[in-house]
């Protein structure tokens, strides 16, 4: 099996993107709605901006797939008039990265629920790892900094490993994740029977 992207891999990532890009630019005002509860309560939905990575990967699982994903979907966000500018890419690169990270780490040869929620935790240290650059959790106490960090993480292992995963595994049910993938020696073994 070839690893290489090819253009479908490609043009199908795109295509997951921009669907993304859409959700990624309705899911600021929740966001917004969900931080006028306090306490970071808004951390918790964070993770949506880390979905398209594992949703592209766990169709195409290819490398390179979910740092595309990324990049493309928060390129299209910007594209549709993010409230957040030209960060929401900065912040699409670095996601993207640290999803296809975990990927790498396990050769792109896993594509279970642990991988892409490791993946979401992954993504959520590289956003806060912005943060910190651009000096936001400097501005907060020890206790809300945790609070912080934590509702991050989980929010990424819950948005981009168990609704990515089960969006995935929705999709193949209808077989058309099949028809975007290279055959596997199961598929060939299971045609000579």
């Known amino acids: ?6 253009l479908t891999d490609i043009l199908v ?3 997951i993107s921009i669907v993304f890009g859409i959700v990624y630019k309705i899911w600021g ?3 917004g709605v969900m931080s006028s509860f306090g306490l970071h309560i808004d951390e918790l939905v964070y993770g949506m901006w880390f979905i398209a990575a594992a949703v592209a990967y766990l169709i195409i699982r290819k490398a390179g797939v979910a740092f595309l994903a990324e990049v493309a979907a928060a390129s299209g966000e910007l594209l549709m008039g993010s409230e957040y500018g030209v960060i929401v890419l900065v912040y699409g690169i670095v996601q993207g990265l640290f999803a296809e ?6 050769r ?4 279970d629920l642990l991988v ?12 806060l790892l912005l943060d910190l650059f651009r000096g936001y959790l400097l501005d907060l106490v020890w206790w809300s900094v945790t609070l912080k960090v934590f509702f991050r993480i989980v929010g990424g292992i819950f948005f981009t490993g168990f609704v990515a995963y089960a969006l995935v595994k929705a999709l193949e049910k209808t077989g058309v994740t099949k028809l975007l993938r290279p055959a596997s020696k199961e598929d060939y073994e299971s045609l000579s029977k």
């Open 29 to 31: 005002p929740v966001s």
């Open 101 to 106: 990270a975990v990927f790498a780490s396990f």
């Open 1 to 6: 099996m070839k690893k290489n992207l090819k």
């Open 13 to 15: 990532t795109i295509l």
């Open 116 to 127: 892409v929620s490791l993946a979401g935790a992954s993504s959520a240290v590289g956003s």
């Open 108 to 111: 792109y040869k896993r594509f």
